[in-house]
């Protein structure tokens, strides 16, 4: 009888053996962000997050562009044309940093980028896209708006043609990286129907004034659009998509990423919980030995690896060509809300400590609560796979 083969021992940090689904190279590629993210991020981001700021962001993003971090999943033009996976590990470590930075690099990769990437002209991929894969430009999105977030197609925002230009009137709302971008991607309404416009933000009419008194992704820059008479021309419009399905299929494209970072927000709390479960003694010893605390961190560390290993199996259907918009829905609702139960059970592990920017989990706790609802609600997405499951439209 042949001898049964040697386990391997029991990985707390990767209780399922995820790793071994993982290449050289997948490895390789989150090994460095995690390790650009611990040099200059974690330092630096409870004080960055206290004060409501985030310094420096310029260089920042010349360092993601310089790890290929920026526009990584896009071929050519610089890019660094990374799997799916590669760029879901990218976010993951980003996003234990911070949901600042994740969205620091999902709006200019899988937004703004990607905008121009499948949607654009010869001519603006090139005068664009290997300035914003190496940080020397950074780009916005520009879709939701003060009274239309969940309902794009009632955007106000119009586009019309004088002569051979064209003109843009409108605002929109809660746009990451507004005030320092170097090129917006706009939708607007014109006669033909919603099209999307490359806007450069020194254009006459242009303004980003920043959005304050935020209590959540307080390290990051979130600003208002303002276009007043706007003028562009011709060639400013994305050519190869009239319609909703442009900023939709973008926006899909950014979910994505959410369904991995958000696991990484979920990561940081978790392992700061259980560090502190180790060391943190009542009763005569430690709270880890506790059949509460216990249960406690079992249920975190399932809900974790099982957000993982979904993130990880969309990522293969996105490389495989397969991946469905539902889909996204499925992993961004679930990923997103259980990386909130998480930090919310991390926060009562921490008692009092807890709450103290001396430790990540309350930060992370309200960071999620802006990455729960932009790009689809809760109930967007609930909707989205409710209409897919009976075949019945709720949105109507």
């Known amino acids: 009888m042949a001898a049964s083969p040697k386990l391997p021992p029991f990985d707390?940090?990767?209780p399922l053996g995820i790793d071994d689904l993982l290449d050289p190279e997948d490895l390789a590629i989150r090994d460095t962000v995690r390790t650009w993210?611990?040099?200059?991020?974690?330092?630096?981001?409870?004080?960055?997050?206290?004060?409501?700021e985030l310094p420096g962001i310029r260089e920042l993003a010349r360092e993601l562009g310089g790890i290929g971090a920026l526009g990584m999943s896009l071929d050519g033009y610089g890019c660094a044309g990374a799997s799916a996976v590669q760029y879901g590990l990218a976010c993951l470590e980003l996003e234990a940093a911070d949901s600042g930075i994740r969205s620091l690099v999902s709006v200019q990769g899988s937004l703004a980028m990607y905008a121009i990437h499948r949607f654009g002209s010869e001519d603006q991929k090139q005068a664009w896209l290997p300035r914003m894969a190496s940080g020397d430009v950074i780009g916005c999105f520009g879709l939701t708006e003060p009274d239309h977030g969940s309902d794009p197609g009632a955007m106000r925002t119009y586009a019309k043609r004088d002569g051979g230009d064209w003109v843009l009137n409108g605002r929109k709302m809660w746009i990451t990286n507004g005030s320092v971008a170097g090129?917006?991607?706009?939708?607007?309404?014109t006669d033909d129907g919603i099209r999307g416009f490359v806007v450069p933000t020194d254009s006459s009419g242009f303004s980003a004034p920043e959005i304050k008194h935020k209590w959540s992704l307080r390290a990051s820059v979130t600003s208002e659009l303002v276009l007043d008479d706007v003028r562009l021309p011709a060639d400013a419009v994305?050519?190869?998509?009239v319609g909703l399905k442009g900023p939709l299929g973008c926006l899909s494209h950014a979910r994505y990423g959410i369904v991995w970072g958000a696991m990484g927000a979920a990561r940081a709390s978790f392992?700061?919980?259980?560090?502190?479960?180790?060391?943190?003694?009542?009763?005569?010893?430690?709270?880890g030995g506790f059949q509460l605390t216990q249960a406690k961190l079992a249920d975190m560390a399932v809900e974790l690896h099982k957000g993982i290993l979904l993130a990880h199996h969309l990522g293969r259907r996105m490389d495989a060509g397969r991946l469905r918009p539902e889909q996204v829905s499925f992993g961004k609702l679930n990923n997103v809300r259980e990386a909130i139960e998480i930090c919310r059970t991390a926060r009562t592990i921490l008692g009092a400590n807890g709450i103290s920017l001396e430790y990540p989990v309350m930060r992370h706790a309200t960071n999620l609560e802006s990455v729960l609802t932009y790009e689809g609600t809760v109930e967007m997405h609930q909707l989205v796979l409710g209409k897919a499951l009976t075949g019945l439209d709720a949105f109507r």
């Open 271 to 287: 392992e700061s919980a259980l560090a502190y479960a180790k060391t943190r003694e009542q009763f005569g010893r430690p709270i």
């Open 238 to 241: 994305l050519p190869e998509v």
């Open 183 to 189: 090129v917006a991607v706009v939708w607007a309404q």
């Open 37 to 52: 993210a611990g040099d200059r991020v974690l330092p630096y981001v409870a004080e960055w997050y206290e004060k409501g």
């Open 12 to 14: 707390p940090a990767d």
